[in-house]
């Protein structure tokens, strides 16, 4: 049985298993997931969406139904589409559309907090209790309930999923704040907390084209999942992937040692991080992230991109990259507000 991700227009995702020769679509209606269909006979089109990841096949498809670029592109039927792996599709209409559930609600038990720098801390949680491995996938993030309040905050996974739903997360620690002030003042091993979980539209999706990855501040969490799933899945990579990591000031700088294991594990990884506040101690360069950019990273302007990071962060990579032929790339990107 492969696994596959439906990813809606509202950033909800749904994982489904899909048997040996079944359909996409017929496995979805299987486990109560009604995606929109009229014909079932590859002439409609109402049950199209795109595969952003993974091996399929296309059953009969009628050419008013998916032009020759929109197969191309990944477009796909997902009443003629059998899966040879697990696949990844995205879906142009909202998940209530076809499912009234909302993301899966659990608890989950802190078992350690790691202040990994002076603003950051990683936060190990047990969810094991759930049963079921949760689903996610690396880059996406979680709604998760400040213990003891009525608040949410959301946050990358800073892991891949796996078995046992040993989770983490990579948080920011502002002045004030109300999760910042829960993990300084109260925060203890034991305390339960509840997450909703999968959420959003940024993953790793198919790898064809080198790989950059550029995070600012705790927007490394994302990467961090995505390139532990790299690690237990090398096979899915022969590309080179390089990181771009920038911060405010080097007491900012964290999980280095965990980036560095990267680069021993995957044979053509390579990272350059950057501060904007120079001191003493810090021998590297000093700047803005898109300092360490050169023309040479980009192949060309044949790269898959991928951003994560405060707004202003985000934005100036994308007008640097404006500013140059990058028309053949592709660009996905999460931007984050400190909270």
């Not at 949680?125 to 949760?134: K, N, T, V």
């Not at 959003?200 to 994302?222: D, E």
């Not at 590309?239 to 990591?245: A, D, K, V």
């Not at 950057?274 to 990273?297: A, C, R, Y």
Request: aromatic share 10%.
């Amino acid at each position: 049985m492969n696994k596959v991700a439906l990813n809606f227009s509202d950033g909800r995702t749904r994982f489904i298993g899909v048997n040996a020769g079944e359909t996409v679509l017929d496995a979805a209606l299987r486990q109560g997931i009604t995606i929109p269909v009229d014909c079932r006979e590859g002439v409609c089109a109402t049950c199209k969406g795109r595969c952003s990841s993974g091996d399929y096949q296309l059953e009969y498809v009628d050419e008013d139904a998916l032009s020759q670029s929109d197969l191309e592109q990944g477009s796909v039927l997902t009443c003629q589409m059998r899966v040879a792996s697990d696949c990844a599709i995205e879906f142009g209409f909202e998940s209530t559309l076809c499912t009234s559930s909302g993301p899966e609600e659990l608890e989950a038990v802190i078992t350690s907090i790691d202040l990994v720098s002076e603003s950051a801390a990683v936060v190990y949680i047990d969810a094991r209790a759930l049963g079921d491995q949760l689903d996610f996938l690396p880059g996406q993030y979680a709604h998760v309930n400040v213990p003891g309040t009525e608040e949410w905050r959301s946050y990358s996974f800073a892991c891949a999923p796996n078995e046992t739903n040993q989770l983490q997360f990579l948080i920011r620690l502002l002045p004030q704040g109300v999760m910042s002030d829960y993990l300084r003042d109260r925060a203890q091993p034991g305390d339960r907390m509840k997450l909703k979980a999968p959420l959003g539209a940024f993953y790793l999706h198919q790898i064809r084209r080198p790989l950059i990855f550029v995070a600012g501040g705790t927007g490394l969490a994302a990467f961090l999942g995505m390139l532990d799933q790299l690690v237990e899945n090398p096979q899915r990579c022969d590309q080179p992937i390089t990181l771009f990591y920038g911060v405010t000031q080097v007491a900012d700088l964290c999980e280095i040692e965990r980036i560095q294991a990267f680069a021993e594990k995957l044979p053509d990884f390579s990272y350059y991080s950057i501060v904007m506040k120079e001191n003493d101690v810090w021998q590297g360069p000093v700047g803005v992230v898109t300092d360490l950019f050169e023309d040479s990273h980009f192949n060309d302007g044949e790269v898959d991109l991928y951003l994560c990071g405060p707004p202003p962060m985000v934005d100036a990579v994308k007008g640097w990259l404006d500013q140059r032929q990058m028309a053949n790339s592709a660009i996905h990107y999460e931007k984050f507000s400190a909270s």
